[in-house]
């Protein structure tokens, strides 16, 4: 079992960035794969950025280039930087731990309670 805690959350302005945190109770550094999740009301929860430990980040379309993930095994924590924010980044973004299947797609195990972030001028 694995809790997630995410934080870092809140109103920022278009164009201005945020970034956000997610701390593991457990060492992810044994953990397969971690990822980040967004969701708006009425939609899916949309994969928005996952790495697999020590290897390569894959990122939706929508953020490439903008977003950034990265992870501090020391402290078992991953975070999200999200740069140049657009309205439609509005969202409650969750953090994930979980695995790669065979084809290497991110299969998300564990989820933590999620951080509203609102873009508005």
């Known amino acids: 079992q694995v809790q997630l805690v995410e934080s870092g959350g809140g109103l920022v302005q278009p164009g201005k960035s945020l970034k956000l945190s997610c701390v593991a109770s457990?060492?992810?550094?044994?953990?397969?794969?971690m990822g980040w999740y967004r969701q708006t009301p009425g939609k899916q929860r949309e994969l928005v950025a996952a790495?697999?430990?020590?290897?390569?980040?894959n990122y939706a379309d929508s953020v490439k280039g903008r977003f950034t993930f990265s992870r501090d095994n020391a402290k078992n924590t991953v975070y999200l930087q999200m740069n140049r924010m657009k309205p439609e980044d509005t969202a409650v973004y969750y953090c994930?731990?979980?695995?790669?299947?065979?084809?290497?797609?991110?299969?998300?195990?564990?989820w933590g309670q999620g951080t509203q972030v609102t873009v508005s001028s």
């Open positions: 790495n697999s430990s020590g290897g390569r980040t």
């Open positions: 994930s731990a979980g695995r790669l299947d065979y084809r290497g797609n991110y299969l998300p195990d564990y």
């Open positions: 457990a060492s992810i550094f044994n953990i397969n794969a």
